[in-house]
């Protein structure tokens, strides 16, 4: 069974930083796209970043570009996405997700608060 | 700023049948734009339903179906069951990017 698990998530200052992990498991974790998706409390989901297969190629959304960077180590089954320059905005649960043109497993999430 | 805009909500009797639709502010949806499409329940990770417009993952119910409808993608539901009663969400492709769609909350009365 394909499990995907989020970790680091927390309480952050605003302009603080934080690195969430999604360890992959049970799946050929390098042969596979990922992405990360969050949810503001009682919002939709929001796309985050995307990262192909091999790590040569990743896509932001606009909201956080030059601020969180997605990377993944195929040697660990880890996906990461570093998170700088937070903002409360940026409060949400961060799911980590498997796929690239069919989106199919998702993680359970992390909850990531940005306050003073 | 690219929007994918699904209808707010929608009700649907027990065995009814409803269909939710995803429109892109950047012109009519096609294929190419891999339509996906995702269950979600108060306090659980999103289920994926659909890929590629009309591909069922092998969990997906049979009454679930995806399609292309007059420039937008659609999810249809046909004998809607209590359990269908969720948030409702498209994804789309933009080269690279994604964007999910506004959410269509489903109620089953």
Known sequence: ?116 | QTVVTQEPSLTVSPGGTVTLTCASSTGAVTSGYYPNWFQQKPGQAPRALIYSTSNKHSWTPARFSGSLLGGKAALTLSGVQPEDEAEYYCLLYYGGAYVFGTGTKVTVL
């Open chain 1, 1 to 116: 069974q394909v499990q995907l698990v989020e970790s680091g998530g927390g309480v952050v200052q605003p302009g603080g930083s934080l690195r969430l992990s999604c360890a992959a498991s049970e799946f050929t974790f390098s042969n596979n796209a990922m992405h990360w998706v969050r949810q503001a409390p009682g919002k939709g989901l929001e796309w985050v970043a995307f990262i192909w297969y091999d790590g040569s190629n990743k896509y932001y959304a606009d909201s956080v570009k030059g601020r969180f960077t997605i990377s993944r180590d195929n040697s660990k089954n880890t996906l990461y996405l570093q998170m700088n320059s937070l903002r409360a905005e940026d409060t949400a649960v961060y799911y980590c997700a498997k796929g690239a043109y069919g989106v199919d497993y998702w993680g359970q999430g992390t909850l990531v608060t940005v306050s003073s």
